[in-house]
């Protein structure tokens, strides 16, 4: 292997082209993972996560454009690709799964019909071998009697059931990448958990990446090896699981952490962000969270804050971070 | 416990059983006419097909078969009993036969008996193919039904036929293109064919092609002759579906279940016509039903302006000329045919949307 990362997104930036005018999602986001390992990705609703994911796999709808950066897998950047190519890359060598499972099967073919197509487009088996791969899938994610679910209809199905053959669609073709979009969101607190788990035994057994989007950092906290915040399209801060929990240093980072439900600290109340989101149609000259910032200073309303190396494994957009950089070096000096 | 249930349920088959073949059997030596007794048991195989058929679709179709026969038999007797309530019979014109002559008449036709007994005449003679002859030709209606349905028949689908994929055509053409210039296009023309009515398409094609171009002939038995008819009878129902097809090709593509097919590699063209197809012909199929019906009514209108001497031209005539057997005779058989129609699309609705539950 070489050392250049699995997936690298470089400043990446979509916009939706409406009636209203210019929806700028993502604003220039950037990361690297690496083969193998799992990258959470955390923001309010809004902040654009969904889009990136989309834009990574090119699955915009016709409105959407990526209008700036690169996404380089092993090196190559798809956003080069032809619609063909890229026919051939989703599915096998990266894949998602989405929000909501209720919605996400089609509910005119049988599971069985959907699970054989994603093995048949990317493969040359024959129709015993595909059928028997669909059938090892589904005994692979967990799924009771699967003979049956096989020739089921997706409504036939639970919620959980459903995200667990959503995720053996995604890698029956054991992609390098699985994207995970809100798993769990749309599902009650056992089987949140119970995929949660699914989703970590398969990562052990397969050694795919993961790209896991949630608004809970609570949810990833055990699960991420890095942790990406966004606000407004943008990355706030970037770091290790340990980094942004135990030393957050964007303001709406900590804001997110103070928002977690904890189980010891039963009295304590919880902190809701106060504010809404920002207007992505005219977004402000300087740090998108300003407005809502209680820390925010002069600079932070007409200058956008620059991504700082916190430490080696630590990023932060934020000029709080900065200023208080600056004091730690001067205290260091005058020390 | 699971044999239990089985048990009890052998039980209450053996049990139905019984009760049908008394039933069967008192029916067959009670009632006068064969036909009576086959229909007498095929109702009642039909009962027990939806009672106890194992899966849902063979039941929902014992049970649609039932309902359409009972459908049919209603209608039968409305038209039958209003038919007569209608002063007037069939020797009321101006020049009446002799009393005598009138009696042999009534004689034949079982016109002195009473209506109840009339009613089941017909019905058997119905069960028969026989729809009695005509009070103004003379000629046997079943004749006369057959030879011009095969002219409405030919008319009727090939207009449903190209309705349907031209309206699907164009409905996706629309809906992929939304807001272009294809799309534009092709609304204005809808719009303009669902709003102007059949009878004036009927008299202008007929006017502009047929009379002052001379493109097409009159009506024959030649195949040119059916193209106006055809463009005359199909194209209202065609912008209805592709206005449809439209909008449902619109919602569905929003759908989250496309985003997945795109997401797993599938080609754009199979996200297109398998994917997003097959679930945005669901609102479309309920539409067919009923524009069947709409072809063989509307039907009347455009085969009287271009005299085709189909099934709706001797509707209208067997009314004009008050021809009560005729009348009778032909609602019947559309009533019939509609009811077929129906229960075509609602099947076809289940093989098409699975999450349909006949319970
Ligand atoms: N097709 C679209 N047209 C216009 N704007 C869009 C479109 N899709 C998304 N957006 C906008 O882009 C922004 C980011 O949306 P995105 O779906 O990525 O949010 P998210 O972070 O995934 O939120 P959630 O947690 O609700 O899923 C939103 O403000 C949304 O309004
Ligand atoms: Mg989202």
Redesign the interface.
């Known amino acids: 292997m070489s050392n250049v990362p699995l997936l690298q997104v470089k400043n990446l930036h979509t916009s939706f082209i409406t009636d209203a005018g210019e929806v700028k999602a993502v604003n220039g986001i950037s990361y690297n993972l690496d083969r193998g390992k799992v990258l959470g990705i955390v923001g309010e609703s809004g902040s654009g996560k969904s889009v990136s994911a989309y834009s990574v796999?090119r699955?915009l709808?016709d409105t959407g454009r990526v209008t700036q950066g690169e996404v380089l897998f092993n090196g190559e950047d798809i956003l080069k690709y032809t619609?063909q190519q890229m026919?051939?890359?989703?599915?096998?060598r990266i894949?998602?799964i989405?929000q909501?499972p209720m919605?996400?099967?089609?509910?005119?073919?049988?599971v069985g019909s959907q699970l054989r197509?994603?093995i048949r487009?990317?493969t040359d088996r024959t129709k015993e071998q595909i059928n028997a791969r669909a059938l090892e899938m589904l005994q692979l994610v967990g799924v009771n009697e699967p003979e049956k679910r096989l020739r089921q209809?997706p409504?036939e199905l639970s919620g959980g059931m459903r995200q667990r053959v959503?995720i053996a669609?995604a890698l029956a073709c054991e992609p390098d990448i699985l994207i995970a979009d809100e798993p769990t969101t749309a599902l009650d607190v056992t089987i949140q958990a119970q995929i949660l788990e699914l989703m970590q035994n398969l990562q052990k057994k397969m050694g795919m990446a993961i790209i896991m989007i949630t608004h809970d950092l609570g949810v990833i906290a055990d699960i991420c090896d890095e942790i990406i915040v966004m606000y407004a399209g943008k990355v706030c801060e970037r770091g290790t699981a340990d980094e942004i929990f135990y030393n957050p240093r964007h303001e709406y980072t900590k804001g997110l952490i103070r928002s977690i439900p904890r189980v010891t600290e039963k009295h304590e109340k919880l902190v809701p962000i106060a504010g809404s989101p920002v207007d992505l149609l005219n977004l402000p000259k300087g740090c998108a969270f300003a407005s809502r910032c209680e820390c925010a200073m002069k600079i932070c309303l007409t200058e956008q804050p620059e991504e700082t190396w916190v430490n080696d494994s630590h990023i932060a957009a934020c000029w709080n971070n900065v200023k208080r950089m600056y004091e730690e070096s001067k205290g260091g000096e005058a020390r | 416990m699971d044999n239990a249930a089985r048990s009890q349920k052998e039980k209450q088959l053996i049990a139905a059983c019984i009760i049908s073949l008394v039933i069967f059997a008192a029916g067959w030596l009670t009632l006068p006419i064969l036909s009576a007794k086959i229909l007498l048991a095929v109702v009642l195989l039909l009962i027990a097909g939806t009672l106890f058929f194992s899966n849902d679709t063979g039941r929902y179709v014992c049970k649609r078969i039932l309902l359409a026969l009972i459908t049919v038999l209603i209608i039968a007797a409305i038209t039958f009993f209003s038919m007569n309530a209608i002063p007037g019979g069939p020797f009321s014109k101006e020049k009446a036969p002799s009393a005598a002559v009138q009696a042999v008449l009534e004689e034949r036709f079982h016109l002195n008996e009473p209506l109840g007994t009339q009613f089941l005449l017909y019905l058997e003679g119905l069960m028969q193919g026989n729809f009695c002859i005509s009070t103004k030709t003379g000629r046997e209606i079943s004749t006369t039904i057959f030879e011009s349905f095969a002219i409405s028949a030919k008319l009727g689908g090939y207009a449903a036929l190209i309705a349907i994929v031209l309206g699907l055509c164009f409905g996706s053409i629309a809906a992929l293109n939304r807001a272009k210039t294809a799309d534009r296009v092709i609304i204005f023309f809808t719009t303009l064919f669902v709003a102007v009515p059949s009878f004036i398409m009927a008299t202008l094609l007929l006017l502009v092609f047929c009379l002052k171009l001379g493109w097409f002939p009159i009506f024959s038995t030649s195949n040119q002759s059916y193209v106006l008819p055809v463009i005359a009878l199909m194209l209202s129902p065609m912008s209805y579906i592709t206005r449809l097809t439209k909008t449902s090709m619109l919602d569905v593509l929003g759908q989250d279940y496309i985003r997945t097919a795109r997401a797993k590699g599938v080609k754009q063209s199979l996200v297109i016509f398998k994917h997003a197809l097959k679930n945005a012909l669901i609102p479309v199929i309920t539409y067919v039903g009923p524009m069947m019906a709409y072809i063989l009514t509307g039907s009347m209108v455009v085969e009287t302006v271009f005299t085709t001497g189909g099934l709706g031209t001797k509707f209208v005539q067997g009314i004009s000329n008050r021809d009560y057997p005729m009348i009778m005779g032909t609602t019947i058989f559309l009533a019939t045919l509609m009811v077929t129609m129906t229960l075509i699309s609602d099947l076809i609705y289940k093989v098409v949307d699975p999450r349909i539950n006949f319970d």
Do not use: K, W
Not at chain 1, 87 to 92: I, K, L, V
Not at chain 1, 103 to 110: S, Y
């Open positions: 796999m699955i709808t619609p026919q051939s890359f989703r599915g096998s894949s998602m989405f909501d919605t996400c099967l089609n509910p005119v073919f049988t197509e994603a487009i990317h209809y409504h959503m669609m």
